[in-house]
């Protein structure tokens, strides 16, 4: 194992390992026992932190279920979800500044983000769609360099549903450029925290004492 990952054994490459998979599902427990460890939680923290808790294990599970839908789609799917979640970010602000440049003959990017009307602020984006423990190396982030500046530009984000070596982000952060890298984990949350292909099932009101009202 540690012959085959020199740069790095990480929950990718645990995943590869069916035990390490049942160590991570979720398991139901019966009503009764739930809710006494809900109970236990709810005494040991406050009830605002108890539902954060909550909240953020069930998104860590829908992050991991995307990852797998996202998989299941063409390369191209990739490259028109990147530019939606750099647009439900903020980025390009109307839909006509970004565009969808992947195909034969691309010049090694998938999209371009202008944030100005006039392109004089651009984003170059890649990406691609590996499986989850595939690498993406140096090498690939070199040739990314190469396209931005056939863009004339210095700023790019390389999305892949796989991971990045040590080499790779080593690089990305030694280059002049300003390279952001986002491995499938990342991706994943994001799309959760901006609902890029999620929508809200419920919401909860967690209340408390108005002190203004007792104070007349």
Known sequence: MLLKHLDRVDMSVLSGFAEYREFRTPRSLP????????????????????????????????????????????PAFLERLALRLLRAMGYGGRESLLEHTGKS?????????????????????????YDKLATVQRPELQAFVGALQGAQTSRGVFVTTGRFSAGARQFAEGVAMRLVLLDGIELARLMVRYNVGVSVRETFDLKQIEEEFFED
């Open 31 to 74: 009503k009764t026992e739930a809710g006494g460890a809900v109970a236990a939680v709810a005494d040991e923290v406050s009830p605002s932190e108890a539902i954060g808790s909550l909240v953020q294990q069930a998104d860590d599970a829908l992050a991991s279920e995307l990852l797998d839908r996202v998989l299941q789609q063409p």
């Open 105 to 129: 003959g691309d010049a090694g990017l998938d999209g371009l983000v202008r944030q100005d009307a006039l392109g004089l602020d651009l984003v170059g984006v890649q990406a691609k769609r």
